[in-house]
């Protein structure tokens, strides 16, 4: 099995920041891309931004210039730096990874539980 395990949210005022990290464990023979997602109450689950092993990154429009994505592929982590938080910001972020896992011949889609982001004054 494999695990992707978030941390890093929380209450911040507009304007200021935040850094997300996810560690994915268990048996994982290979990542590809790790990203993470977003989703407001009342609104579907959007991608933020992915980063795949290469290092190529990809960002949401609304996020671009402000948010920062990396990878340590020695420690199975991905971050989001997010900087100029906005109250339109406010979300559940989820983790996402693709990975094979050590007893599976193909890569699939795990997800973190999530944390909560919530930007007010």
């Known amino acids: 099995q494999v695990q992707l395990l978030e941390s890093g949210g929380g209450l911040v005022q507009p304007g200021g920041s935040l850094r997300l990290s996810c560690v994915a464990s268990?048996?994982?023979?290979?990542?590809?891309?790790m990203g993470w997602y977003r989703q407001a109450p009342g609104n579907e689950r959007e991608l933020v931004a992915f980063?795949?092993?290469?290092?190529?990154?990809n960002y949401a429009d609304s996020v671009k210039g402000r948010f920062t994505i990396s990878r340590d592929n020695a420690k199975n982590t991905v971050y989001l730096q997010m900087n100029s938080l906005k109250p339109e910001d406010t979300a559940v972020y989820y983790c996402?990874?693709?990975?094979?896992?050590?007893?599976?011949?193909?890569?699939?889609?795990?997800w973190g539980q999530g944390t909560q982001v919530t930007v007010s004054s």
């Open positions: 268990g048996s994982i023979f290979s990542i590809n891309a």
């Open positions: 980063v795949i092993s290469g290092g190529t990154t």
């Open positions: 996402n990874a693709n990975v094979r896992a050590t007893t599976a011949w193909r890569r699939r889609d795990y």
